[in-house]
């Protein structure tokens, strides 16, 4: 029995979440900050996006930009984060943690699981940051994570494609490995091919100027453009998928 082709969308507002729906996406990683790699969304976003969403809703949990080693205070705004989703009916996670050494903190990864659940459990790319990649599967696998994100430790998934591979293999079906980063209507089926994966994750976005009549001048960091999903790029690359 052939598998079935998943495109998850990593959408940065309410509207690129309706977006991935209408274009033919499986589920979104809802996010804000895409210019830093994504932090937490608002409790408005998630609420909002869940109440208008079929497909799956999964939500990243990472209180700031930056690495994956957090302080006992970041590390309860995580939990808190968790809860929230989980009463706001969303269906999944998107977490990682990772010790000062370069290996998954399982210790306090195995906390958000059990806070999680029934939800799915996502470890996303801080895995693209562990020492070890084939050790850091085993521990994944061990706690329960439904899915892993990552690039194969490159800075885009057709350039660790080969690893992505070998993750795969390694994983033989007790997790989903998803490659993300870089990924476009121009190379899905060529990472979909060389890596054996089945998920795969993509922003799909564009970028869209101000629609301000009002010009304030040279204020830095306000009124710039902004990133959304393009809806053209999801219907491809989805149908892309669904033919394959």
Known sequence: MSKTYQLEICANSVLSALTAQEGG?????????????????????????????SIGVHVLVRPRPGDFLYTDIEFLEMKSDVMFCREAKCDGVVVGILLADGQVDTVRMAELIELARPMQVTFHRAFDRCRDPFE????????????????????????GAGTIAQLIKQASGRIEVMPGAGIN??????????????????????AVGSAMNYDAGELGGMGDRVWVSSIEKIRQMADMLKSR
């Open 25 to 53: 996406a499986d589920r979104v990683e809802l996010c804000q900050n895409l210019e830093v790699g994504g932090t937490t969304p608002s409790l408005g976003q998630v609420w909002t996006t869940r109440a208008g969403l």
């Open 136 to 159: 850091a599967l085993d521990a994944i696998i061990g706690l329960g994570c439904d899915r892993l994100l990552t690039s194969g430790m490159k800075n885009t998934a057709a350039e």
């Open 185 to 206: 209507e121009e190379n899905i089926l060529q990472i979909a091919a060389s890596t054996g994966a089945y998920s795969f994750h993509t922003s799909a976005k564009i």
